[in-house]
C-alpha cells in the first residue's frame, strides 16, 4: 500500500484555455446553444424559447405553418 | 398530515359498514393517490379503511370472452398476469405503463378508478374496452362511471369489488407521458371488436376519461391509421396547465389515436 500517498498534495496546473472557456474545456456552455441551433434549424425558424419543450416545438411549427 | 383513525376490517362486510358510518372516512387501496394527497394536507379523512386484508378482492381470472380484476389488484399483477397478456394484451401493455415500479407494485385498479384522477391511465381502457364495474351494491356500466374531475358513480361509502373488461379482437393503447411524474399528458385506448364496434378512451386530456365519438365512427368504417389522422378534435374544455394548453392537448389526442390503431393492427 502506499498509503503515505492519500491525500498527498499535488502541484495544480492551470490550463489557460480552461480559464478562458476556449477549445474543448467548455462542455456545459456549448451544449444548449448546439441543442437549441439543431432545432431551430430543423425547424427552420429563428428561435426556440427554452426548455424546448415537445409542447414548445410543437407551437412552433403551427405559428410557421400559420 | 392530520391525525386519522386506522382500521383494518378482515371481511367486505365491516368494512362497507365502516366505510357508511364514518361520514368523512376513505378507503385506502394502495394509497398511491390518497397518501400523497393527505401528505400535502389536500386531503384529511377522518378515518382510513385499509382493503388490504380483504382476499376476496384481489382475484383475478380469465375466460374466453372477458379479464375479471378485482379492486386490489395491483397493476404490476396485472401486467405480469399470463391471463391479461393472452385475453387482452393491450391492458396489461397499460398496466405497465403505469407510474413507476414503486407506484406498479402498490397502486390497484379500484384505487385508480374510485379517485378519477384525469391522467390516470385505467379510466381509459375501462371506456375503451366498455368494462363494467361492479360495487358492493350493483353494476356500473363504463359510460356512466367517470362524472367529472375525481368524481364518479361511486355513493358515500360504495366500494368498488372488481371490473370485468370485455376482450376485444384487437386494442391498444399510446401514451404521451408527462416526463416527470409518467402521468398521460393525453392518452388513448383503441379497441376494435369488430363488426364495425371500435371504442376510443382518451384520459389526461379533460376533467375526466371521455370517449371520443368521431373517431369511434370513422374507425367503424375503416380501421386504420389514416381514418383518424385528418380528424381534428376540438380544444374546448380540455385541460390546460404548465405542461400542455388544450390545444396541444386536442393534436396530441389525434396523433396518439393514430398510434394506437397502427399498434393495434400490429
Redesign the interface.
Known sequence: MNAPLVGARIQRKEDYRFLTGAGQYTDAIGAPAAVINAITDALGVKDVPMPA???TV??SL?TKAA | MHAFEYHRPSNMKDAVALGTQKSDGRYLAGGQSLVQAMKLRLSSPSDLIDLAALGDLKALSADGGSVTIGAMVRHADVAAAPAVQKAIPALAQLAGMIGDRQVRHMGTLGGSLANSDPAADYPAAVLGLGATITTNKRKIDADKFFKGLYETALEPGELITQAAFPAPKRAAYMK?KNPASRFALVGVFVADFGGGNVRVGVTGAGACAFRQGEMEKALAQKFAPESVAGIKVKPDGLNNDL???P??RA?LITVMAKRAVEAALK
Open positions: 419543450t415537445a409542447q410543437w407551437r403551427q | 404521451f405542461h400542455a394548453s390545444e396541444y393534436h
